[in-house]
Nanobody, 126 residues
């Protein structure tokens, strides 16, 4: 059974930082194309990062310079480091995996096979 699981969400003040984690069962996550998505309250889910296993990382303008993705190949984990958080960053964050041969169109995964986690909530408020 293939599964992706996000963790690490929480509440933080504006300007603060959080690190989200993405893990998988049933396959080697860190060898795949990875997408991170953000769904703000009452809005559609939007892609914010797409990363290929060869190190091609693409960021949406809304997070560029503040968020960064990292792969821990040894432990098969994906991390999303979020700095300088703003209230607009509030929402549910999802990790998704795509076939390792697939690429990115900017911050969007070329292929979506529906392999998503359940999401983790991030709240940024004072």
């Amino acid at each position: 059974h293939l599964q992706v699981v996000e963790s690490g969400g929480g509440s933080v003040q504006p300007g603060g930082s959080l690190t989200l984690s993405c893990a998988a069962s049933g396959f080697g996550l860190s060898y795949h194309t990875i997408g991170w998505f953000h769904q703000a309250p009452g809005k559609e889910r939007k892609e914010i990062i797409c990363s290929t296993k060869d190190g091609g990382d693409n960021y949406a303008d809304s997070v560029k310079g503040r968020f960064s993705i990292a792969r821990d190949m040894a432990n098969d984990m994906i991390y999303l480091q979020m700095n300088s958080l703003k209230p607009d960053d509030t929402g549910v964050y999802y990790c998704a995996a795509a076939p390792e041969y697939s690429g990115c169109e900017g911050a969007k995964m070329e292929i979506d096979v529906g392999l998503w986690g359940q999401g983790t909530q991030v709240t940024v408020s004072s």
